[in-house]
């Protein structure tokens, strides 16, 4: 049996993204996995009953997805709208749709509070970067499950073939 890859559901074109876009991922390795049923999508966001388009969030204080987890850090909206809450249960909503589906693997958008795997935003809304991941990232890896960014599809391509 072939390995399951969940993916961000705005990667494969839907327009859930915070601000109303989508960010799709054009690859033949994502119409492969397509094909063959692999590919399980969510977005944990919406999954949690957030709203398209929403305010922009990030995790507060320079802090990361397993600070979260961890309950020592906050994800916050560019309001000042505390959505610590709101993106924990997004986190335990896809790490459970990953294991009810049998995925080995996450294809994530990078950047996100939640799906970022190798860089997200220092919770200034300041536009810099940090290296780190989201809270869902972070769930799914806690939940051995190996992410992937966007940026990293063939390097899934690589691990999905060994």
Known sequence: MQSKILVSACLM??????????KPLLHQAIETWRAEGRLVTICPEMSAGMQVPRPPAEIADAATGEDV????????????????????RAAENAAALARQAGCRYA???DGSPSCGSGFIYDGTFSGRRQ????????????AGIEVFSDREIE???????Q
Do not use: N, P, Q
Not at 69 to 88: H, I, K, N, S, Y
Not at 155 to 161: K, M, S, T, V
């Open 155 to 161: 390097r899934l391509i690589e691990r999905i073939a």
């Open 131 to 142: 290296a780190g991941s989201g809270v869902t990232a972070a769930a799914l890896k806690a």
């Open 13 to 22: 074109g839907h327009a859930v993204r915070y601000d109303g876009r989508a």
């Open 107 to 109: 294809l994530l958008i």
């Open 69 to 88: 987890l961890a309950g020592t850090a906050r994800v916050v909206e560019l309001t000042g709208a505390d959505v610590t809450v709101e993106f924990l």
